[in-house]
Nanobody
Framework: QVQLVESGGGLVQAGGSLRLSCAASGRTFSRYGMGWFRQAPGKEREFVAS????????YYADAVKGRFTISRDNAKNTVYLQMNSLKPEDTAQYLC??????????????????WGQGTQVTVSS
């Protein structure tokens, strides 16, 4: 049973930073790409960032490129999302996601079989 548990969300002023973590369990973490998505009230879930199983490649939504950094520590079964220069429009619930197949990574939510419960990020102006 794959489990994903996010942490690190909170309230921050515009221009501030937060670091989200997602701890994974239930299978060999190092064989799977990972992704971060976000969903604001009344809006569709949107891709934020993804990373390959060996951290060789990372992908970002245009809205966060240059401000957010995705990384992973396979020894700790954890993926991170460092968020800098936060803006009010970054306010959303942030969800960690894992695909069902190994050695894949995707920008689409349909590419992911497992989801965490989410962590709320609120950026005040």
């Amino acid at each position: 049973q794959v489990q994903l548990v996010e942490s690190g969300g909170g309230l921050v002023q515009a221009g501030g930073s937060l670091r989200l973590s997602c701890a994974a369990s239930g299978r060999t973490f190092s064989r799977y790409g990972m992704g971060w998505f976000r969903q604001a009230p009344g809006k569709e879930r949107e891709f934020v960032a993804s990373i390959t199983w060996n951290a060789g490649m990372t992908y970002y939504a245009d809205a966060v490129k240059g401000r957010f950094t995705i990384s992973r520590d396979n020894a700790k079964n954890t993926v991170y999302l460092q968020m800098n220069s936060l803006k009010p429009e970054d306010t959303a619930q942030y969800l960690c996601a894992a695909p069902g197949q190994p050695f894949t990574v995707d920008r689409r939510s349909v590419g992911y079989a497992y989801w965490g419960q989410g962590t709320q990020v609120t950026v005040s102006s």
